[in-house]
């Protein structure tokens, strides 16, 4: 360092400074004119990370579900429906059990081999750590269980909020949602009818008409979960028809715990709707009606006998019978007789010629005689029903029946194994050979050699593998049956009718987006056209859903860094003020 500034005084430190320094208010007046640099994001690689999650994330919308569903059509539907929502909100439906993050089990209360599958089920999930929610009767029924303990649960009613319980459970919390939808205190049927779905069979649309029921049968433990009646307006089941038909679908299932007591909750009745349906189901379509108890369809016979004479309507009808014991009847507390389920089965065969007409029987329930059983088994004989269901009993935790002094196991056994034997003893479609009938194809056999169809009286007739015969209405000369079957060679030179005036969706495919829906995904759906039908597929809503977040966490990050540069401004005009 040079002597001479060491020799040289300083009045003030700020002497230092020469002239042509800047001054401090020079500097920060010169900060005005810095411009910063903005690091690139390459957004490529964050939507990639976006797509490719790590596989411990907890983020909803991003894992697979594998569904699995027991039971009645009621239930295959509620299970359709919620299938649809979780893919509309971005997860993956899955048919691999083990690829799966979270299983969905939907569950039902029937019979005790139907629970004991469902709590294997349980159990296999929870050995191999997956994420667990419980639906259908079985937790609604009985939610106290010791094997549902700490488990999520999607009451019957509250299928439309089963995205919050699944994104919840993904989060490592237990959900339970058991209530009940109401309407200024009135029960409603359930939930709505326009959610989203991924039908099974995307020719095949299920429609629950109600839920609930007005008996009080002593065996049955459905009755605790579904509760009592409950309707969907008629409007409401006739837009779900018409959009269904605009979605490519052929054929129509009406549903319930019992559709004869439809309206009676409401004003109505089932043949006000059928009328209704009939009207919006274009040529080649078909309806078929699901299971009615005696009681509620001996006081519409006419009308019914007239609705299922109707070209579009399946002249099939499922009326359980159970026993044909009076005394067992009143066991049961099933509020019919003998009498009354022969007089609507003799009318319906007489005034709709050809008729399906299938039953349900149960062997064994308590207190049931030899001479019980065998006034049954001389039912069978003389109607020789097509169809007959044979369930041998099962009690039931909390029902009635549970407590009763209970028949041995090999009784129950025995009698159901009888009275297969009668079932099995004549074949109600020998009589059809050489016939030509016009039927619906609709899917693939079990071991895919034939496509499945449907005639007239919903008998099951299967035809040959020709990809242009399906969803289609054929015409088949009958050539072989079966106890179960019949075969079909089509006609070469016949019409083919197309049911609907839409190509049916893809296998998988989400129905049913509505705006109202839309709305509550949000706005990455505002490119959808705004029609009441959208067709959407799972990986396509994905996407939108994780753009979505992308730009969620960009205005987020966006709004925090604005919010700092306010902070720091308002700091520094403090300071040099």
Request: with cysteine; glycine share 6%; charged share 25%.
């Amino acid at each position: 360092m040079p002597s001479a500034s060491c020799d040289t005084l300083l009045d003030d430190i700020e002497d230092i400074v020469s002239q042509g320094d800047l001054k401090p208010q020079d500097r920060h007046s010169a900060r005005k004119h810095v411009v910063p640099k903005a690091r690139k994001r390459n957004t490529q690689k964050y939507l990639q990370e976006e797509n490719s999650p790590p596989s411990d994330s907890t983020i909803p919308g991003i894992q697979k579900i594998w569904m699995r569903t027991w039971g009645c059509s009621h239930n295959n539907s509620d299970g359709e429906y919620m299938a649809g929502q979780l893919a509309a909100y971005g997860y993956e439906i899955t048919e691999n059990a083990s690829d799966a993050d979270l299983w969905l089990l939907n569950s039902c209360t029937v019979k005790n081999p139907a629970e004991d599958h469902f709590r294997n089920s349980i159990k296999k999930a929870q050995e191999e750590n997956k994420k667990i929610v419980l639906a259908g009767c079985v937790p609604q029924a009985q939610p106290r269980q010791d094997y549902l303990k700490g488990l999520s649960i999607i009451g019957v009613q509250q299928i439309d909020r089963v995205v919050e319980v699944v994104e919840e459970t993904i989060k490592g919390h237990s959900v339970r949602l058991l209530g009940q939808k109401k309407d200024n205190g009135k029960r409603l049927g359930g939930a709505r009818l326009d959610l989203p779905k991924i039908r099974k069979n995307p020719l095949i649309e299920i429609i629950s008409i109600n839920t609930g029921c007005l008996n009080a049968c002593t065996y049955c433990k459905t009755k605790h979960a579904r509760g009592n009646l409950a309707s969907y307006p008629i409007d409401e089941l006739v837009e779900r028809a018409r959009q269904s038909f605009q979605e490519g679908v052929c054929e129509i299932w009406l549903t319930s715990e019992d559709t004869g007591a439809y309206g009676r909750d409401i004003g109505t009745n089932l043949p006000t709707l059928l009328w209704k349906l009939v009207e919006v189901i274009p040529e080649g379509a078909m309806l078929r009606l699901g299971m009615t108890n005696p009681p509620y369809i001996l006081e519409h016979l006419e009308e019914m006998a007239k609705i299922l004479n109707h070209p579009r309507v399946y002249a099939f009808l499922h009326i359980p019978v159970q026993s044909a014991s009076d005394t067992v009847l009143m066991e049961m507390k099933r509020e019919y007789c003998v009498a009354d389920f022969k007089r609507v089965v003799d009318f319906l065969k007489e005034k709709v010629p050809g008729i399906t007409l299938a039953t349900d029987i149960i062997c064994g329930f308590p207190g049931e005689t030899d001479h019980d059983f065998q006034e049954t088994v001389k039912l069978v004989e003389e109607y020789k029903f097509p169809s007959l269901f044979i369930n041998q009993f099962y009690p039931r935790p909390g029902t009635p029946a549970a407590k009763m002094a209970q028949i041995p196991a090999q009784v129950k056994k025995q009698r159901t194994k009888d009275l297969s034997r009668v079932f099995h003893s004549y074949n109600p479609y020998d009589h059809k050979i050489g016939e030509r009938q016009q039927v619906l194809v609709t899917e693939e056999s079990f071991d895919s050699k034939f496509y499945v169809a449907h005639n007239r009286f919903y008998e099951q007739v299967l035809v040959p593998k020709n990809p242009t015969f399906m969803g289609k209405m054929i015409e088949v000369d009958i050539y072989e049956s079966g106890k179960h079957f019949m075969k079909g060679q089509p006609v070469s030179d016949a019409k083919v009718y197309t049911p609907s005036i839409n190509k049916p969706l893809a296998k998988g495919e989400v129905s049913g987006l509505t705006e109202d829906f839309r709305n509550r995904l949000g706005n990455h759906l505002s490119l959808v056209p705004h029609t009441s039908v959208v067709r959407r597929d799972p990986t396509s809503s994905r996407m939108a859903l994780r753009l979505q977040r992308l730009h969620q966490d960009c205005a987020l990050r966006a709004s925090v860094g604005l919010a700092l540069f306010a902070l720091l401004l308002a700091f520094l005009v403090k300071i040099y003020n």
